[in-house]
């Protein structure tokens, strides 16, 4: 089966309806079971909040099973959606931290939805990260037919993605939904030259997360791939669209920093800020063996940015450049100041997706291997996320 060369279709591609049933039930039945392990598991298995014997269950469900999955970063997107940018720094022990690290669109999506619905901004977050959620495996399937990939491959895609190890980051209130979404629509657009289309989801990755402007230099080494340097050198019709959506993927972070420097004085406050949570540049490879060195935690994480440049790897070898590239971006630079949140960066990238994929394509007994090892996982780190154990951080 080719996966080295992207035959460009420019009929619309089909998802047949029974299709569409398994990508619906895989949805449903992934969210309905992850929320019910994780509220339970906040309830059950928290010793310091063991309350499955003292409260009525059905009664706490309304608040309770929101809150528990909104960990970490969950409030910082809640001071922008609720307060704005912070003037000054305030949070954290140290109270040197601030929401300047946390990219605009997510925040200010769910502030929109919040208002129109009368609900706080946590459940506007919750809107966009189910609907996000959900359009993440149309957009899987269509990019593995896109890529040649046969229906029965496609379709395992689907499930392993809806039951991905890292499944929380996908039906928590974070950024990862949205962002592997548009990271997929920008892929599935580019592999059928469709470049304002490839702009616009470009715009919503950078708007997303502060590394989705990286995805620049993919979609140039797609577009080398499909017509050439001489086309885009002469400046044609297709290579100016080309350049036109390399030009436009960047604007908000342009816009934010602009924002930025006249609200704080500071462009930069978005990278800068990352000093109050203890990410220093420094060398990613001493950053890797020291945890090695450290133990616990870190041991993990580490052994994870192994698994990541192994896919990474993979795909070079399997001539996925543009993939490859943006994947090695997206996860060598956190690790120049830093090891943590390394998986979660990792899973949330639609090249890592690709690769696990396209490594079972040929391995039919495989598969079901694989899915029941990643659902049982994805349970594991789901009540681990609810009870805020910060290696899934």
């Given at each position: ?45 928290n010793?310091?909040?063991d ?7 059905l009664?706490s ?15 910082w ?22 929401n ?9 999506l ?13 459940y ?13 495996l ?19 895609g ?10 929380v ?6 950024t ?14 580019a ?28 979609v ?22 080309v350049?036109?959506a ?5 604007l ?9 420097h ?7 406050s978005f ?24 133990g ?12 990541g ?73 789901v009540i ?10």
């Amino acid at each position: 089966m080719q996966t080295d060369k992207i035959d460009v279709i420019y009929a619309p591609l089909h998802i047949s309806r029974q299709d569409w049933g398994i990508i619906a039930l895989a949805f449903v039945v992934s969210r309905i079971l992850l929320y019910a392990i994780g509220y339970f598991g906040a309830m059950h298995y928290n010793v310091e909040t063991d309350q499955i014997g003292q409260i009525n269950l059905l009664d706490s469900l309304e608040t309770d099973v929101w809150s528990v999955f909104c960990q970490f970063d969950c409030a910082w997107f809640k001071s922008i959606a609720d307060v704005g940018y912070d003037a000054y720094p305030h949070g954290l022990t140290t109270g040197h931290a601030a929401n300047w690290a946390f990219f605009p669109l997510f925040p200010m999506l769910g502030h929109y939805i919040a208002e129109a619905l009368g609900v706080p901004s946590l459940y506007g977050f919750y809107v966009i990260t189910n609907i996000a959620s959900f359009a993440m495996l149309p957009l899987f399937f269509l990019c593995l037919r896109q890529l040649g990939q046969e229906v029965d491959v496609a379709r395992f895609g689907v499930l392993m993605l809806a039951f991905s190890p890292y499944t929380v980051y996908f039906i928590a209130p974070y950024t990862e939904a949205l962002f592997l979404a548009s990271t997929m629509a920008l892929f599935l657009f580019a592999y059928r030259h469709q470049w304002l289309w490839v702009a616009v989801a470009g715009i919503i990755m950078t708007g997303t997360r502060n590394i989705g402007v990286m995805v620049v230099f993919s979609v140039g080494i797609l577009a080398l791939q499909a017509y050439g340097w001489k086309e885009l050198v002469k400046l044609g019709d297709r290579g100016m669209r080309v350049i036109l959506a390399i030009w436009f993927i960047p604007l908000i972070m342009f816009l934010y920093m602009y924002y930025m420097h006249y609200h704080v004085g500071d462009a930069f406050s978005f990278k800068n800020i990352q000093l109050a949570w203890g990410r220093i540049f420094g060398n990613p490879f001493g950053y890797w063996l020291e945890g090695f060195e450290t133990g616990g935690r870190k041991i993990y994480l580490s052994v994870m940015i192994v698994v990541g440049w192994a896919l990474n790897i993979y795909l070079i070898k399997q001539k996925r450049y543009a993939e490859a590239l943006f994947m090695f971006i997206c996860t060598f630079v956190p690790i120049t100041t830093s090891t943590n949140t390394v998986p979660r960066y990792m899973f949330g990238l639609y090249p890592t997706s690709l690769a696990i994929v396209l490594i079972a394509r040929n391995r039919p007994n495989l598969r079901p291997i694989m899915l029941a090892i990643s659902a049982l996982l994805s349970s594991y780190f789901v009540i681990a996320w609810v009870n805020a154990k910060f290696f899934t951080v």
